[in-house]
């Protein structure tokens, strides 16, 4: 079975310092990853995923296969990314999107 | 393309009533999903449907709590006998057949029961 591990809870760091949310996956066969963003409040918009290999609002996540991990950087943190993260992991076979428990950042002005 | 609709946006229930939450998918997508949030906690999977089929129900809890996605209408999510722990914010989200793509969240309905 597909899983999806966020192991912080809450993440704190200072404006300007470089920003890392883990994600770590479990799936046998070929995996999709996504990150989502929450804004307070507000539904979760997708931030990016790693077919597309793009950089959204300054983050980027690179699959590791070899470490089943699929972590988001930013080099500089804002306050505005203040929010909470969520890794999902797409089972194609199986059509069903496994979401992680979330990591809140916190960025301190 | 509306996007994921959800209705109501809040709904406010005394003990022991039932709530019933509605989301309609975007134009083309088969497949629903629901999450819940409680406060000041992360998103948790509820259940996964496609038209007329429930797929997984692993997330539901075992009383009260029924989905369902007929063939022509919105998906519904119903709360029987609603009590203060299903106070939380209840997220609909709909993704097309085909494998390999996003899923969208609609706005989330916010159950409250006091």
């Known amino acids: 079975a597909q899983r999806v591990t966020q192991p912080e809870k809450l993440l704190s760091v200072f404006k300007g310092a470089p920003v890392e949310l883990k994600c770590n996956y479990s799936?046998?066969?070929?995996?999709?990853l996504f990150w989502y963003v929450q804004y307070s409040r507000q539904r979760l918009q997708l931030l990016l995923r790693?077919?597309s290999r793009e950089s959204i609002k300054g983050f980027t996540a690179d699959l590791n296969k070899g470490e089943t991990s699929f972590h988001l950087k930013k080099p500089f943190a804002q306050e505005e990314d203040s929010a909470m993260y969520y890794c999902?992991?797409?089972?194609?076979?199986?059509?069903?999107?496994?979401f992680g428990t979330g990591t809140k950042l916190q960025v301190i002005p | 393309n509306a996007g994921v609709m959800q209705n109501p946006r809040h709904l406010v229930r005394r003990r022991g009533q039932e709530a019933r939450l509605r989301c309609s998918p975007m134009?083309?997508?088969?497949?629903v999903y629901w999450y819940r949030q409680l406060p000041e906690e992360g998103l948790k999977f509820m259940v996964y449907?496609?038209?007329?089929?429930?797929?997984?129900e692993s997330g539901m809890p075992k009383e009260r709590f029924s989905a369902e996605f007929p063939k022509e209408g919105p998906s519904i999510l119903r709360i029987q006998q609603v009590v203060r722990g299903d106070s939380a914010a209840y997220f609909c989200?709909?993704?097309?057949?085909?494998?390999?793509?996003?899923?969208?969240f609609g706005e989330g309905s916010w159950l409250t029961v006091v």
């Open positions: 790693h077919i």
């Open positions: 799936y046998s066969g070929s995996p999709e």
């Open positions: 449907l496609q038209k007329e089929n429930i797929i997984d």
């Open positions: 999902a992991l797409y089972s194609g076979g199986y059509q069903k999107v496994t």
């Open positions: 989200a709909s993704s097309p057949p085909q494998s390999g793509n996003t899923i969208y």
């Open positions: 134009k083309g997508h088969s497949h």
